[in-house]
């Protein structure tokens, strides 16, 4: 399996040998010598039949233990690397068609597919990037065609659309935080279901609530709180809680200064607020109950 986009089958095994294609990440080669290979390069053939010589870094035998693992910590060494759009696009390609099966089954093959999605993220950052922006306008309009449901365009004051005709220059493609939530909502209490609901929290962007409690509600509603609704022992529910209920202690720490005075039906945002606080360990109501009593009584004065 290759791991590197861009790795060269050569007619030759030497670095200034002809070039006969360049090859994709987790592309699959075979070989007539089934031993192990310790040489510089392997000669491999790929599924059109084309033989030649190809680098050993580069390459994983499939059938050693580890194949998650390896597979994984190239895509985050591609991710966090200067990786270019080529690079990136070879690695959301792969994980689009990969499949539940003998290679990858069950957690693994979740991760592999959440992890899809953090791929083209970085995949349309760096198309939107000043290096490339200029060149990058019909890829950007083949990736909305084709993933409607996953990609989208955000503008600044917080609108998605789907289109990029009569987008304002500061609209950007973005992956829709849906795309993370429908997988953590089908796996709650489950290894990718929490990776996929802290991805969601981090890709939803916080709205900016001003003075508004009831704003804050709701917007907490929609991230930190539906984050421990799902993973209530979750690997970020401490951090997560953490950040709610220092949140909430900014609006109510002074009633003086609380004000109420917003567009939003605040009875209908508190009980609902409060109705999922109430689903929530004891541990939990315990930090957000007494703020959100605050501004209950406050918010709701006759």
């Given at each position: 399996m ?19 294609r ?9 070989s007539?010598n ?8 392997q000669l491999?053939t790929?599924k ?7 680098d050993s ?6 059938g050693?233990k580890g194949t998650?693992t390896t ?8 991710l966090y ?10 690695v959301f390609?792969?994980?689009t ?7 990858f089954?069950g957690?693994?093959f ?9 791929v ?9 990037s ?6 990058s306008?019909?890829?950007l309009e ?32 973005k992956v829709?935080p ?27 962007p916080?709205?900016?609530?001003a003075k508004?409690?009831i ?23 401490v ?11 900014s609006?109510?720490k002074?009633k003086?200064?609380?004000l ?12 609902s607020f409060k109705?999922?606080v109430?689903?929530?360990p004891?541990?939990?109501g315990?930090k ?6 605050i ?8």
């Amino acid at each position: 399996m290759v791991l590197e986009p861009g790795t060269e089958l050569s007619l030759f095994p030497e670095k200034k040998s002809e070039v006969l294609r360049k090859l994709s990440f987790g592309e699959i080669l075979s070989s007539e010598n089934q031993k192990s290979s310790e040489s510089k390069f392997q000669l491999l053939t790929d599924k059109d039949g084309l033989t030649g010589w190809v680098d050993s870094k580069a390459l994983f035998k499939i059938g050693n233990k580890g194949t998650y693992t390896t597979i994984t910590k190239a895509i985050e060494r591609l991710l966090y690397q200067d990786s270019g759009p080529n690079e990136l696009e070879s690695v959301f390609s792969y994980l689009t068609k990969v499949e539940e099966g003998p290679l990858f089954q069950g957690n693994e093959f979740l991760l592999l597919k959440i992890r899809r999605l953090v791929v083209l993220q970085r995949y349309l950052d760096v198309l939107q990037s000043p290096e490339y922006r200029s060149k990058s306008r019909p890829k950007l309009e083949e990736l909305l065609k084709n993933f409607p449901s996953e990609v989208g365009v955000y503008s600044k004051n917080g609108i998605w659309s789907d289109s990029l005709t009569n987008a304002s220059d500061r609209s950007k493609l973005k992956v829709r935080p849906e795309s993370f939530w429908k997988t953590a909502e089908a796996y709650p209490n489950s290894k990718p279901g929490d990776f996929a609901a802290y991805l969601a929290v981090k890709h939803t962007p916080e709205v900016k609530c001003a003075k508004d409690p009831i704003c804050v509600l709701q917007d907490e509603e929609n991230r930190r709180l539906k984050y421990l609704l799902l993973q209530p022992n979750g690997n970020y529910s401490v951090i997560f809680a953490s950040h709610l209920e220092k949140r909430l202690i900014s609006y109510t720490k002074d009633k003086e200064t609380l004000l109420c005075d917003t567009k939003l039906q605040k009875e209908a945002q508190i009980r609902s607020f409060k109705t999922k606080v109430q689903e929530l360990p004891f541990r939990y109501g315990k930090k957000f109950h007494p703020k959100l009593k605050i501004i209950e009584e406050e918010c709701l004065k006759k």
